[in-house]
């Protein structure tokens, strides 16, 4: 059955280091979708890319975080320096397409931790 | 701005019984809303998605509805077991298919 893959599961970093997270979607969707979610919070939008191209990143905080989709396939999300309050599940999903019938499937997510 | 609330935030109840889970949503302008399934510690599971223009949808033993013009939706989980037990989320999406979520329940079924 496909999946969306995301890497790595976990992530322990100290405050003000770099981190990077990567997702690939599966394969087809054209739609992929960046979230953080806060522990006994529900998930927020960070980005959504169409292929290559942002859709929408007005949640992302461009100061510190940074997703790019270059080829319109797999996705990295960067934070550059980590900060405490970054501390927080991260979660890709993807979707055949932005259109309002699609179905969003997510992956199973990185645990960041930042010290 | 789209809110999403949950009710109630945690509910525990013994295996065997039917329970409802609510959902309800400020902008009532929604294309679709989804239900998922949160384990602790991973990612979501998608359970059923219902289109504006449905009233429910069923899978198995779940059983989702939707009122939209008054802004809520209620999952029904019939004959509870304890595998049953997690966090379920709703979400509702706009046009663009962004999904705004709800702050989950947390179930615990009790053998």
């Known amino acids: 059955e496909a999946e969306v893959a995301q890497s790595p599961r976990y992530k322990i970093t100290e405050k003000s280091q770099a981190v990077a997270f990567w997702c690939d979607p599966i394969s087809g969707h054209a739609t992929l979708y960046w979230y953080r979610q806060i522990l006994g919070q529900g998930p927020e939008l960070l980005v959504q890319f169409q292929d290559e191209s942002v859709v929408d990143d007005s949640q992302l905080p461009k100061d510190r975080f940074s997703a790019e989709r270059l080829k319109g396939v797999d996705s990295t999300l960067k934070i550059q320096p980590a900060e405490l309050g970054d501390s927080a599940m991260y979660l890709c999903a993807s979707s055949l397409d932005k259109g309002v019938a699609n179905e969003q499937f997510f992956g199973p997510g990185t645990r960041l931790t930042v010290l | 701005k789209q809110e999403v609330t949950q009710i109630p935030a945690a509910l525990s109840v013994p295996e065997g019984e039917n329970l409802v889970l609510n959902c309800s949503f400020t902008?009532?302008?929604?294309?679709?809303l989804q239900w998922f399934r949160q384990d602790p510690g991973k990612g979501l599971t998608s359970l059923l998605l219902i289109q504006s223009s449905q009233r429910e949808q069923t899978s198995g033993r779940l059983n989702a509805s939707l009122d939209k013009s008054s802004g809520r939706s209620t999952l029904y989980i019939a004959a509870s077991q304890p595998g049953d037990s997690a966090t379920y989320l709703c979400?509702?999406?706009?046009?663009?298919?962004?999904?705004?979520f709800g702050g989950g329940t947390r179930l615990m079924v009790k053998p």
């Open positions: 902008d009532s302008a929604i294309y679709n």
């Open positions: 979400a509702v999406s706009n046009a663009g298919n962004m999904l705004t």
